[in-house]
């Protein structure tokens, strides 16, 4: 009997270690091929980050990951994509938390891309470089996700001053990606 895959986000894992996996990759196919923008809103513990990394290897081409699934005879797997994954899951307390969150995401992004970007002190200019050279690098549309995009707000909404300025760094990193169209 196959296991229950409790608390596990990551589509390999489930995969590869043979965990009870409920196929969505028509509904991610169907996304792809119809949505250029798509905010997904569901409950907590309700498969958003999962499925967030089940898109992330499907831009990747990882082929192997998808044999007997939906998208598999239907995803073009020698096209791959750039893909900028980043998630503000764990506790945000501080600005200087959110932007150290900030900033680890987009360096492990560009570590993971091998694409140089120049230090700044700006989240956003780190970004927008990043988005610009993994596009120059792959010549090709870059994939951007991101899990949990409201929780630095949330975690501080008995804070108002905090949660303004949480609110100010988001909008300033989510207007890069309307920039970036």
């Known amino acids: 009997m196959k296991k229950l895959p409790i608390g596990i986000q990551t589509f390999r894992d489930i995969r590869s270690d043979d965990y009870i996996y409920i196929d ?26 999962l499925f967030l990394d089940t898109l992330k290897n499907i831009f990747e081409g990882k082929k192997e990951l998808f044999k007997g699934l939906a998208i598999y005879d239907k995803w073009n797997w020698e096209e791959k994509y750039p893909v900028i994954k980043i998630s503000f899951a764990g506790v945000l307390s501080t600005l200087e938390d959110i932007k150290a969150m900030v900033f680890d995401n987009l360096k492990e992004n560009r570590e993971r891309l091998e694409v140089v970007v120049e230090d700044t002190d700006s989240p956003s200019a780190y970004f927008s470089q990043l988005i610009r050279n ?47 169209d």
């Open 24 to 49: 969505k990759t028509d509904i991610a196919f169907d996304i792809i091929q119809n949505y250029r923008y798509v905010f997904l809103s569901r409950p907590r513990r309700f498969g958003k980050s």
């Open 134 to 180: 993994a596009r120059s690098k792959y010549s090709q549309k870059v994939v951007i996700l991101i899990d949990e995009y409201d929780k630095a707000i949330l975690d501080n909404i008995e804070k108002p001053s905090v949660a303004a300025e949480c609110r100010e760094i988001l909008k300033r990193l989510y207007t890069e990606i309307k920039n970036h």
